[in-house]
Nanobody, 127 residues
Framework: QIQLAESGGGSVQAGGSLRLSCKATGQTLSTNSMAWFRQTPGKAREAIAAIYIGGGSLWYADWVKGRFIISAEKFTNTIYLQMNQLRPEDTGVYYC????????????????????WGQGTQVIVSP
């Protein structure tokens, strides 16, 4: 069993930055993947970025275009999402997930098959 605790969401004006955190507790493995997804108004849940808990094998959605950076702190089983140059269309609920599969498989597959999800954290970007 793995639990995910997210933090760092909030409200920011366009052009600002936020740093999301997600700490995994329980029976984690260094071979587990962790990933960030988001649910924005009018869109299906979409993958943002993914990484191994132990680091490496980074994946980013094409639309990120350098604005977001994922990182992993393996000794605390924590991942981060640094979000810069935020836009109003980034508004939504951001979710952390972890899975036994590799990062690419996790983000390109069906999100409903992912092993564990966090509770989500809300991000609001004002124009």
């Amino acid at each position: 069993q793995i639990q995910l605790a997210e933090s760092g969401g909030g409200s920011v004006q366009a052009g600002g930055s936020l740093r999301l955190s997600c700490k995994a507790t329980g029976q984690t493995l260094s071979t587990n993947s962790m990933a960030w997804f988001r649910q924005t108004p009018g869109k299906a849940r979409e993958a943002i970025a993914a990484i191994y808990i132990g680091g490496g094998s980074l994946w980013y959605a094409d639309w990120v275009k350098g604005r977001f950076i994922i990182s992993a702190e393996k000794f605390t089983n924590t991942i981060y999402l640094q979000m810069n140059q935020l836009r109003p269309e980034d508004t939504g609920v951001y979710y952390c997930a972890t899975d036994r599969a590799d990062p690419v498989t996790v983000v390109t597959g069906d999100p409903r098959s992912i092993d564990y999800w966090g509770q989500g954290t809300q991000v609001i970007v004002s124009p």
